[in-house]
């Protein structure tokens, strides 16, 4: 039977604008990422500078804003050094993070590079693992400061005159985490954050700064680890980072659908302690959430055991997505837009190969996994101002998760009000979903397109010979009158509902 669900949206009630930021990902030195992912010379399709440009068409249709480089728990053991200067001077290195060798072949001048031509904005995260201050004010006058001194004129001796003005910085990777290299306690992290975002703008106070929070919501040290980080960075910090990556080990879709709520109430946790602190230093700033890493991670966690250490670029964290993992990524998409007053930046993790919505084969094509195209809807259509949702809608309950919606949407206004879309992920496994949608004060209304994705087999996924496998089409079924639209959500699907508008 065809359940029903209502949106009520209003132009002139809104969350938020959307920071471009939001559609951010992630490459770190780790597994096919950066070697036979974005750069593999001799590649038929590498370009002078041994970029793949199948992959870079890719990211272009993605419109990927910022990607954040070069780990990960690689950064927390990396010296940047390493990385820049003549190529055939570089020292391989036993890199201890994933157990690999790393030939240092590419490095943050490459990235630089890369990125320029990938249409993106770097996000460089720097080693508080087992480095600290004094690399820290390296590093940033080595790609920051115009020159005149020691680092800046070496880069300019490696043939960059100009300064790459990175803006975003993070202060480290998970330092909360016991398998990060250099762990540390909040105490010790806290003052060491401090005192390396102090030294940082004063090199350069142009830029903004992510110290790390939690590695995700069930670290033991979770909340006492934001609150005492804060304590001690609060006036020279920007943004608190995020980590969460979802699963359904147990295989059971229901519950791993539910999931989703979790994520929403630790975003609405690290809010809190935001401002919690933000009260008790009795300060005018806000941070806000650099959601640095998210996406599903968990099926190549076995296989990976088996991967033999010290070999350069190993298979490594080559999730094969399924069409159940895109819903899961078009929910966590719904859920980032829900809080963009707070959440400003987010990084898909990651975005070639590793955990990946773009796979390569070394010396073969390219081809995209089932999150891609939520990631990608999102990313062209979702930009402009979120407006609050209010949503009737059917719950369900399971084991673990009460009064779960079935119905997950959001709607976000084009920036010059002629454009509405709408993001809906149906949860329900039995049955199409009436989405009834009232669309207060807005006139003129067109569709555009109902684009849906859907599939018979929910463990449905894409590889280099079946790359079509699942997709989204766009016979989605939705009809407007007047300032009212119904549209039929299938069982189980993500929908995006474009509509024009009336200024
Ligand atoms: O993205 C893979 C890994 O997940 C990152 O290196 C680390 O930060 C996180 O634990």
């Known amino acids: 039977m065809v359940k029903k669900a209502k949106l009520y949206l ?4 809104k969350i938020a604008k959307t920071d471009k930021r939001l559609y951010g990902s992630f490459v770190e030195h780790l597994g096919r990422a950066v070697y036979s992912g974005i750069y593999e010379p001799g590649h038929p399709r590498a370009d002078e500078d041994g970029f793949r440009d199948d992959v870079i068409e890719l990211i272009k249709e993605l419109k990927v804003p910022v990607v954040r480089y070069p780990g990960g728990n690689f950064v927390s053991a990396y010296n940047w050094e390493d990385g820049v200067g003549l190529v055939e001077e570089r020292p391989e290195r036993l890199e201890l993070a994933w157990r690999s060798i790393e030939t240092n072949e590419f490095g943050l001048n490459e990235f630089i590079n890369w990125a320029k031509k990938a249409g993106t904005e770097p996000m460089m995260a720097i080693n508080l693992g087992t480095r600290g201050i004094d690399a820290a004010r390296n590093i940033i006058e080595y790609t920051n400061h115009p020159g005149g001194s020691y680092w800046s004129n070496l880069r300019k001796e490696h043939g960059y005159e100009k300064p790459h003005q990175i803006k975003t910085w993070c202060l480290g990777n998970e330092m909360d985490g016991p398998w990060q290299i250099g762990h540390k306690t909040a105490e010790e992290y806290g003052r060491l954050a401090e005192e390396t975002a102090k030294v940082m703008k004063l090199v350069d106070p142009s830029i903004e700064l992510v110290v790390c929070g939690s590695s995700h919501s069930s670290m033991p040290s979770f909340a006492e680890w934001e609150a005492t980080v804060l304590s001690n960075t609060y006036e020279h910090v920007d943004y608190i980072s995020m980590h969460e990556y979802l699963g359904n080990r147990e295989n059971n879709l229901a519950n791993y659908l539910a999931k989703m709520d979790r994520v929403d109430d630790f975003i609405k946790s690290v809010i809190a302690i935001c401002d ?10 806000t941070i806000y959430i650099s959601f640095d890493e998210w ?15 010290w070999s350069k670029a190993p298979a490594l964290l080559e999730d094969i997505y399924t069409f159940e993992d895109a819903l899961v990524v078009g929910l966590f998409l719904i859920t980032l837009l829900k809080h963009a007053d707070r959440v400003k930046i987010a990084c898909l993790a990651q975005l070639v190969n590793v955990i990946a919505p773009i796979m390569t084969r070394e010396g073969g094509s390219v081809w995209k996994q089932t999150i891609y195209y939520p990631y990608y809807h999102a990313s062209r259509y979702g930009r402009g101002t979120v407006l609050q949702p209010v949503i009737e809608t059917p719950v369900y309950n399971t084991d673990k998760y009460k009064g779960v919606k079935m119905l997950e949407t959001v709607g976000v206004l084009s920036d010059d009000e002629t454009e509405l879309t709408i993001f809906a992920v149906n949860r329900n496994q039995d049955s199409p979903t009436e989405l009834d949608c009232s669309l207060n004060n807005m006139s003129g209304l067109e569709l555009l397109e109902h684009i849906v994705l859907e599939h018979d087999e929910i463990k449905a996924s894409n590889s280099e010979e079946k790359p079509d496998n699942v997709k989204p089409h766009s016979n989605g079924k939705t009809r407007v009158n007047e300032n009212r639209i119904l549209a039929e959500l299938p069982a189980l699907s993500w929908n995006v509902i474009r509509l024009k508008l009336k200024k």
């Open 10 to 13: 209003n132009k002139k009630f």
């Open 276 to 285: 919690y602190v933000k009260a008790r230093k009795k300060s005018d700033k």
């Open 295 to 309: 996406n599903v991670w968990y099926h190549s966690n076995e296989q990976d055991k088996r991967v033999k250490p």
